[in-house]
């Protein structure tokens, strides 16, 4: 069975300070992770995913996240947060390419200015 | 039994036809979604609905056009289809201020264009 967790329901930050959304994740086999962001009254919008490759990958947005294998985590980070980030950002997983994800419960960011 | 439907389930069209994928949900949500979804990968919102009569665009840059004239239905067309749509296409559903908790997805459409 796979699962991800969101540990914090909510992250404040200082416009311009940086910022990081966790995410752990537990799957049997090679882990698929996606982060999605949900701004008031829109739909899931994508942001990122790990498949393979280099451990950062870079988003939209300017978002980018870090795959550590060994702490099973998928932490979302920006250097420098705009008050227009402010939004409920989900983290998922899916073991390979088959079968639906399983989604967190979600980390509302507020960005003050 | 309150749900959401979408049909067909499978299609293969030929390049150049009009086609609209149908969604139909039962439990009186005021939002809905069309998702893009390649095999195992993310999703991509292409469109979505407050409501009757109150469509707006996703992120994904689409040829697609929906309605929403009632709130249970909110079909997708395609005016001419193209090998680049080849995809799945997941409707969904919520209730207002909800994450994606909330949302109850269907089974999606698997259209190839060939």
């Known amino acids: 069975a796979q699962s991800v967790a969101q540990p914090e329901d909510q992250v404040n930050v200082a416009e311009g300070n940086p910022l990081t959304v966790k995410c752990t994740y537990s799957v049997s086999g090679n882990p698929y992770l996606f982060w999605y962001v949900q701004y008031p009254n829109r739909g899931l919008q994508f942001l990122l995913k790990?498949?393979?490759?280099?451990?950062l990958v870079k988003g939209s947005y300017g978002f980018e996240a870090e795959f550590n294998k060994s702490q099973t985590s998928f932490h979302l980070k920006k250097p420098s947060a705009l008050v227009s980030d402010s939004a409920l950002y989900f983290c998922?997983?899916?073991?390979?390419?088959?079968?639906?994800?399983?989604f967190g419960d979600g980390t509302t960011l507020t960005v003050k200015p | 039994e309150a749900d959401i439907y979408q049909t067909p389930r499978y299609l293969v069209i030929g390049t150049g036809k009009k086609i609209t994928l149908e969604c139909s949900q039962t439990?009186?949500?005021?939002?809905m979604y069309w998702y893009q979804q390649d095999p195992g990968m993310e999703l991509h919102l292409i469109h979505y609905?407050?409501?009757?009569?109150?469509?707006e665009k996703g992120d994904l840059s689409s040829e697609s056009t929906v309605s929403r004239i009632r709130t249970e239905h909110f079909p997708l067309t395609l005016e001419s289809a193209r090998p680049s749509h080849t995809s799945q296409y997941l409707c969904a559903s919520s209730e207002l201020g909800m994450g994606v908790h909330g949302y109850t997805f269907g089974s999606g459409t698997r259209l190839t264009v060939v």
């Open positions: 790990y498949i393979t490759g280099d451990n």
């Open positions: 439990m009186g949500h005021d939002k």
């Open positions: 609905s407050y409501g009757v009569n109150s469509t």
């Open positions: 998922a997983v899916r073991e390979g390419n088959a079968g639906k994800s399983t």
